[in-house]
């Protein structure tokens, strides 16, 4: 499905003592053909003047086989940003799961990691009222 979707997200603190609740606002864009898909989303946080976001390439390489290419980015005021890039496969299992499997760089000197295997599970629940 493609579309826009505005977004405003609320942070709340779990652990007793963690301080205030975080505010981010932004949009998320999808473009999506038979099989190749386009996703984004960016968001702002007023209170720490940061601005994060992210883009991806999902290309249908088989009947359960999809290719990623993403970029996930950060910059706060007086920082360097923080990019990092990421290459994966997920496979179709199954109706309702699919397992992702990927590597992530980051391509700034500023940066959380120096690099990272990602291991992701994705399960779909569907009400049998649900039409």
Do not use: C
């Amino acid at each position: 499905m493609s579309g826009f979707s505005p977004i405003i997200e609320f942070e709340i603190p779990t652990k007793k003592g963690a301080g205030r609740i975080n505010t981010l606002i932004g949009f998320s864009t999808a473009i999506v053909g038979s099989h190749l898909a386009f996703n984004q989303a960016f968001h702002y946080n007023p209170y720490d003047d940061m601005v994060e976001g992210e883009a991806s390439l999902v290309f249908k390489a088989g009947k359960k086989v999809f290719l990623i290419a993403e970029i996930l980015g950060e910059k706060m005021l007086d920082e360097q940003a923080i990019i990092n890039l990421v290459g994966g496969v997920k496979i179709k299992l199954n109706e309702n799961f699919m397992l992702g499997i990927g590597y992530q760089q980051p391509v700034t000197t500023n940066r959380d990691f120096s690099s990272q295997f990602i291991f992701q599970p994705d399960m779909e629940w569907k009400s049998s009222q649900a039409k």
